[in-house]
């Protein structure tokens, strides 16, 4: 093992404070990233984590390396993407996180297209609507679909998305249609939410006359799914927030009506999140480029 496969698993290890996590991220053995780590020890005479039985913590010359380290591979890595600019065979794996709902209709279809066009790089897909860390999952990617907050991250936008809260004709038929986020409340609507844990949509955020409010929504079903929301939003179980393209069909054909439409929900963005350092990346760009291009075609007007 290489003194440079030393230093890309201690700023795992660095990153996400566990031997084993950091061993998961880099496809080998806890054995084998605890091994590197102590090379790395011995190479530099000092010890660079303080371990304790539940997590690693660096030392202050754990974290002082750490500053060089990140400088070190940040630069090996924007020369191979130099290299590979010119050879034109952009290579290795690619990690990739998006929700279910839009990974599944969007990146998921297209990841075989992608692979056949660029052969030497591997698109390693993970689906979750929980929020995710890009820097500690060792993401190199993320598609997002929401409201961005302060980051250092960057987005690459595709698309503005509208949404609306939703029923089945049938729930409305049972419970009638609310006309604004206040009637939503007040009437003890059954509402369908998206929750997992650190979720922030405990409370629905509606435009009203007086700017932006907070709703307190309650119903008897949730999940960390949201086609699932979606499901049980056209079995009649209650009322649902989406995004207009994600339902689009369902409005058309009459299975689900728009409701509160006095006070819609605060429209959301779809892009691609990812590290600014992430586009000195060719298979990033590549991959970006790639698939904003297909999403945007297929999101409707």
Known sequence: MSYLDNI???????????????AR??????????SRIAQLESHLGVRLFQRTTRRLRPTEQGRLFYEGALKVIEALDAAEGAVTQITGTPRGALFVAAPLGVGRRFIAPAVPEFKAAYPEIDVRLRLSDRKIDL????????????VPEDSTLKLKKIADCPRL???APEYIARH?????GAALVADGHACLNLRFPGAPEFRWTLQTPDGPKRFDVT???ESDDGDVLTEWALAGHGIVLKPIFEVATYLEEGRLLP???????LPVQLGFLYAHRRLQDPKARLFIDFMAERIAAQLPR
């Open 259 to 265: 409701v509160a439409e006095a006070t819609p929900p």
């Open 8 to 22: 890309r698993t201690f700023t795992r290890v660095y990153d996400l404070g566990s031997m084993s996590a950091a």
């Open 165 to 167: 809260l939703c029923a």
């Open 135 to 146: 820097t500690a999952e060792g993401l190199d990617i993320a598609l997002f679909l929401g």
């Open 176 to 180: 009638g249609a609310p006309a604004d």
């Open 219 to 221: 119903g008897p079903f």
């Open 25 to 34: 991220d880099q496809r080998i053995s806890a054995a084998v990233a605890s």
